[in-house]
């Protein structure tokens, strides 16, 4: 990734591999979502942290995305399913 001087968009080559953070209510159902919201792709999902309350987890996700518009579109995916509260 170079950042471009001019628009100061940062210039990234795909493909390449992409992370995403996930935060839900529910470990199991997070995997599903991400399984299929990425199934073509490949990826790799790892456990991050557990809330304080134990009420809260969160995944890795490293997803090989081929473009700007996929990647952009796998955020849009994850951010709307239910299983999932929030997305980085």
């Known amino acids: 990734m170079v950042l471009n001087p001019e628009n100061k968009k940062p210039q990234i080559d795909y493909p390449c591999k992409w992370p995403y953070k996930i935060i839900g209510d529910s470990v199991e159902e997070m995997i599903n979502a991400v399984e299929n919201v990425v199934a073509d792709l490949e990826y790799d999902v790892t456990p ?7 009420k809260y987890f969160s995944l890795n996700i490293i997803v090989v995305v ?23």
């Open 66 to 88: 081929p473009s700007e518009m996929v990647r952009d579109l796998i955020f849009q995916n994850l951010n709307k399913h239910p299983a999932i509260k929030y997305v980085m």
């Open 48 to 54: 991050s942290n557990i809330s304080r309350k134990g």
